[in-house]
């Protein structure tokens, strides 16, 4: 099993796992307008490859925190998916390590997600509405979760997340 950003020959696959782990097309073709806009980053689009096979894949994206002073850049992880056969063999915690360490790597400072509150916060998320970070629609605030990549990055951070248009559609 290796973790590696994805090549344009993965992409068919790629649809292909988002389709059958979420058992809908939307997160599929989420990622599909995420690569043509300007939130994509090449390098934060993973698949896990077992062989040549493409099993799981996560995607990190650019959004901004803006409250009614500053502005924050900050990544937004998803969608992540595993296909359904390769699921609980820890794929997923590799996709979402190893994209943390690259994120870091490439001098991002902080990881917003929305996904289940039992799941996340063993990568070291925590509730991000507590802290003053707010979704731009509705979500319990448990699943609303932030990750600083350094020590002080969440320092001072507060405002309301700006997601890419593109996932309106979702
Ligand atoms: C979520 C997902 C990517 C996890 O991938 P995975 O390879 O199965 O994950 P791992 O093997 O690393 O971890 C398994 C752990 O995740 C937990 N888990 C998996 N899916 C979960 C879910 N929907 N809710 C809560 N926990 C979940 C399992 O209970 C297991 O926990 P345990 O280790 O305490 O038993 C995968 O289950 C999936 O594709 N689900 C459908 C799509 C989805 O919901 N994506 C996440 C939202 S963006």
Redesign the pocket.
Known sequence: MTVTPERPEHHGAVYQVHQE??GRPD?ARLVESLRRSPAFIPELSLVALDGSQVV?HILFSRIVVRSSTESHRALAL?????LPP?????????LVRKGLEDARALGHRVVIVV??P??YPRFGFVPAEPLGIRAPFAVSSGAFMVRGLEPDALLGLEGEVEYPPEFAEV
């Open positions: 782990a979420f997160e799981g998803a969608p992540m998916a595993v390769f699921q609980r063999r820890g794929i997923g915690t590799r996904g289940h039992r799941y």
